[in-house]
């Protein structure tokens, strides 16, 4: 009776996949003009709100900018991926406008990591993808005007910088915006053949490595000034999360075989002790079958105790990451819990308590990191089941984000009250993913570049593009 059971849920697994293969094509299709359609939405509401600024504000219909004096923060986020769209027009109009109009020659205090993974990678992957040097030399001009972040005691940076005088403030940093920065250096150096963004930027992240506990693990928190810990919370999710994205990705991009020890190192730690699996048991057709679900938690980085069983929006970008280092098993597996953890109120919530099962934040600023998961696994697996989640997602976040004039962030995933916030990573990197997944537009080649954690992509130079320049 076993046997038989066993037998006819193959042949129904088998016909599922057929039928959902037949189905993909269209429905990648459709879907993928569907993105480009909501893309456009939101876009067309920026330019008629908050045109000139850096963000819209879509409920009160007004515009945000992060600081005294605008920097365009979402014509330079969007605009790669209207390219990658085959938004030409648009694209083109956009670009002639952060040309004549985007200045950084301004006294205003900035957030280094925000700035370089936005602006720098934006202007850097949009000269790439176009040609025009106008971008590059706004993107230099802007890596010398962060250059000052650099000049502490430990070579770890500031966190902020003032773009015309140079004077740092921020002595407390954490591994993300510390070791988030050698994509954006290392090709601006590569591209204007002047080493010093490559050495300062790899240093910041060896420093942090430097610094990792006698099991491998880093805290949330240090002095750029002393080199010491002040939180020694370790886990994956903001504040860490790109430190160690970035280990990875740039031992590929960039070659850099420095990284890619770091990584190897690191990854056992992470696993070891950051990764959790809680038993459950799953309903099917032949009863009540226990498994386990992989979660990545929070542990005292000295001692590697379990400190809190909490997973949210910004950790489900590790699925990504093991699928891209080659571990599909547990990266499968994690996507899995994410999903789990998106499906409960048909949105994901900012924080998850896994071992509870209940939120335990409850906003969604309208993230990008489980649709990019999804995006690498069907990369790499081709398998349907992706493409499924991932219209699942996409109808959720437009049933409960559209606006009349965009997209709103939420305020609560369970209650589904609007936010009035549309940041810019809603161009660069969730429209973005969401089209990458049901598309395959012939201007990109996955394995010809790397994304930054904005989504913007930088294509993988060789190391003849290396030249010392005084």
């Not at 952060?98 to 934006?122: H, P, W």
């Amino acid at each position: 009776m076993f046997a038989a059971r066993m037998t006819t849920l193959a042949l129904m697994a088998c016909l599922c996949a057929a039928t959902l293969s037949a189905q993909v094509p269209v429905t990648r299709l459709r879907l993928a003009a569907e993105v480009r359609a909501e893309f456009l939405h939101a876009w067309n509401g920026y330019k008629k709100y908050a045109w000139g600024h850096d963000d819209l504000k879509p409920l009160s219909k007004t515009y945000h900018d992060w600081y005294s004096e605008p920097l365009l923060m979402t014509p330079v986020d969007a605009l790669d991926t209207m390219i990658l769209m085959g938004l030409n027009d648009e694209a083109n109009r956009t670009r002639e406008y952060i040309v004549g109009n985007l200045s950084f020659d301004k006294d205003i205090s900035v957030q280094n990591f925000e700035i370089t993974i936005r602006l720098l990678g934006g202007l850097l992957s949009s000269y790439q993808l176009t040609g025009d040097k106008r971008l590059l030399r706004l993107a230099e001009d802007l890596g010398n005007r962060l250059l000052p972040v650099f000049d502490s005691p430990t070579g770890l940076p500031y966190r902020y910088v003032n773009l015309k005088t140079g004077k740092v403030r921020g002595d407390v940093t954490n591994p993300a915006e510390a070791g988030t920065l050698l994509i954006e250096f290392g090709t601006l150096a590569r591209l204007t053949r002047r080493q010093i963004f490559y050495d300062k930027a790899k240093r910041a992240l060896v420093e942090i490595y430097n610094r990792r506990s006698p099991i491998g693990l880093v805290g949330t928190w240090i002095n750029v000034e002393t080199g010491q810990w002040t939180d020694s919370d370790s886990h994956i999710s903001g504040a860490i999360d790109s430190y160690y994205e970035y280990l990875l990705k740039c031992s590929i991009l960039l070659d850099d075989q420095d990284c890619k020890r770091m990584w190897s190192d690191s990854i056992a730690g992470i696993n070891t002790y950051l990764g959790d699996e809680i038993s459950r048991q799953r309903l099917s057709i032949i009863g009540r079958i226990p498994y386990e679900e992989l979660w990545y938690g929070h542990a005292d980085m000295n001692t590697g105790k379990r400190t809190a069983t909490t997973y949210g929006a910004l950790d489900a970008f590790f699925p990504a990451v093991l699928a891209l280092s080659g571990d599909l098993d547990r990266a499968r597996r994690l996507q899995e819990s994410s999903y789990k953890m998106w499906i409960k109120n048909g949105i994901e919530p900012e924080e998850f308590d896994y071992q509870k099962n209940e939120v335990v934040h409850a906003g969604y600023p309208l993230r990008p990191e489980i649709v990019e998961s999804t995006y690498y696994l069907y990369h790499y697996t081709k398998d349907p089941q992706y493409l499924l989640m991932g219209e699942t997602m996409w109808r959720g976040f437009v049933k409960y984000c559209r606006t009349d004039e965009g997209y709103a962030a939420l305020k609560s995933v369970v209650t589904k009250e609007k936010s009035d916030s549309m940041q810019s990573f809603l161009f660069a990197e969730t429209f973005k993913y969401f089209y990458l997944l049901f598309a395959r537009p012939r201007t990109l080649d996955f394995d010809r570049v790397i994304f930054n954690t904005e989504a913007h992509p930088i294509k993988r130079l060789t190391a003849s593009h290396v030249r010392r320049k005084r």
